[in-house]
């Protein structure tokens, strides 16, 4: 114990991230421009420090504090150590670039981590009021990102309708959560949980209230039909804050959907399990047919994310442990993979050239080999090519819908997965059998970038080869 007051150990992760950050906010204040390094330094070290606090209490620890509105447990420990790695990659591979167009200043780094501390609230929220609170310090980064780039009309324009329907979503969600306290009178999940059932009227208010919870969890995932922001955010933001808000917010939000749906919920899995198979197929139609039209890079894989929320549902949609747990492995695969694919853009990347159209790859693998050969395993493994581990993402997902006996999904998701390896390998294609044009492709010369990137592209096929220990542990988290 380091404080007298049990429930101050407990949130010791989100102390640290919030006492490093105001740090990081002094330092850089003081920072020139050409210390910007500094900043970069300390905001990757907080994150390391933030996981090693994790770790250090164990990764087992089962406590619940400050009057049940904070969980600590396996889900949440394994969620915020993802979350603070798939981070520290984001930060990594957006220093080359930020640099390059005079965006590289502190702003960037204090929104992200205020974003990842209100992500690391979302995933141990244990009422209500802690569940808001996370998603807005999550959600009001997240905007202001976006607008990075204030000389940009299309990241202003992206920003915008960022915000407007992401305040939507929460007043959606809000009006939900208002419902499940007027039915229960209290805001706790587990005495939600307790309040079904105690008579017509409760009963009628949640199943009302449910049906806003999950239009409000649809709009955060970004699944169809509520994922009309998510292609021009992505198009739209700078390439760097797209790699972070493709990637980490989908574990928060995972966190977000199981804590209000299982931990809240439970009883009325008959409704929402409902709701979800058919935002499950949806998304899946959507996102896989869209993509195939595109030629932005970057929007092709905003509807990529479309179709993998999908897959991400499915696994919620069974309501039992093994489920649970294969959405759980799938979000934080999908987080590495959408991390590394947005990466391989940004290290192509220079000031003039964006790298985000699929023809600007065009004979990559006769300019730089390597270069083609991560982007060819981010490719196969979103498209759920074995041995990458993205294949066995898909697996795991399918044998828990299967399980559950619902095989109409898995035969829908399993076509519709087929249709999406199409533009996977088209950008396949276009790197190894079409001829170079354009701008010259080639990658940038920072060497943390190239390291980070190729260890994140190698760490799919080892994750693919060697899965056991990580879906050890979230089946734990479930257990």
């Known amino acids: 114990m380091i404080f007298a007051n049990p429930d101050l150990d407990l949130i010791l992760p989100e102390l640290v991230l919030l006492g490093g950050t105001l740090l990081v906010l002094l330092v850089d204040l003081f920072a020139r421009q050409s210390g910007r390094w500094l900043t970069h330094v300390l905001a990757l070290l907080l994150l390391l420090a933030a996981g090693a606090v994790v770790i250090a209490q164990g990764m087992t620890l089962q406590a619940s504090g400050w009057s049940g509105a904070y969980d600590r447990d396996v889900l949440a420990a394994v969620l915020k150590l993802a979350v603070y790695a798939v981070s520290g990659l984001c930060l990594l591979y957006a220093r080359p670039y930020l640099a390059d167009r005079d ?30 609170l996370g998603l807005e310090l999550m959600a009001l980064s997240t905007y202001a990102l976006v607008a990075l780039d204030r000389d940009n009309g299309r990241a202003s324009e992206a920003a915008v309708k960022y915000f407007v329907l992401g305040a939507l979503a929460s ?55 509520f994922h009309m922001w998510l292609p021009d955010v992505y198009h739209g933001s700078p390439t760097a804050v797209t790699t972070f808000i493709g990637s980490a917010p989908k574990l928060a939000a995972f966190g977000m959907a199981w804590r209000l749906l299982e931990g809240g919920l439970g009883g009325l899995s008959a409704t929402w399990t409902d709701m979800l198979s ?57 987080a590495l993979m959408s991390a590394g694919a947005f990466g391989v853009i940004l290290w192509l990347a220079r000031r003039g050239f964006e790298a985000e159209e699929i023809a600007d790859l065009k004979g990559l693998n006769q300019r730089s080999p390597w270069a083609a050969f991560i982007m060819l395993l981010f490719m196969f493994s979103l498209a759920g090519v074995p041995p990458l581990v993205g294949f066995f993402a898909k697996l795991m997902v399918l044998k828990a819908v299967i399980d559950a006996g619902r095989l109409w999904l898995a035969l829908a998701a399993v076509v519709f997965a087929v249709i999406g390896a199409f533009y996977y390998l088209r950008v396949v294609k276009a790197m190894y059998f ?46």
């Open 103 to 132: 965006l590289l200043k502190g702003e960037f780094y204090l929104l992200v981590l205020f974003a990842v501390l209100g992500m690391s609230v979302l995933v141990s929220a244990g009422n209500l009021i802690t569940v808001y």
């Open 171 to 225: 007043g959606m969600l809000l009006y939900g959560m208002s419902m499940l306290f007027g039915a229960t009178g209290t805001l706790d999940l587990s005495a939600i949980a307790a309040a079904w059932g105690a008579n017509e009227t409760t009963s009628s208010l949640m199943a009302f209230g449910t049906a806003f919870i999950v239009v409000g969890l649809a709009f955060k995932l970004g699944a169809a039909p």
């Open 434 to 479: 079409d001829p170079p044009e354009g701008a010259d492709s080639m990658p940038s010369r920072d060497r943390g970038l190239g390291i980070a990137l190729s260890a994140n592209g190698l760490a799919q096929l080892l994750l693919g080869l060697y899965w056991a220990p990580l879906i050890a542990w979230c089946l734990r988290a479930f257990s």
């Open 278 to 334: 058919l935002l499950a197929i949806a998304s899946l139609a959507v996102g896989n047919l869209a993509a195939i039209m595109q030629t932005n890079l970057k929007r092709m894989l905003a509807y990529s994310t479309v179709s993998h929320v999908g897959f991400l549902l499915l696994g919620l949609v069974q309501g039992t442990a093994d489920g649970y747990a294969a959405s759980l492995f799938y979000a934080i695969c999908y």
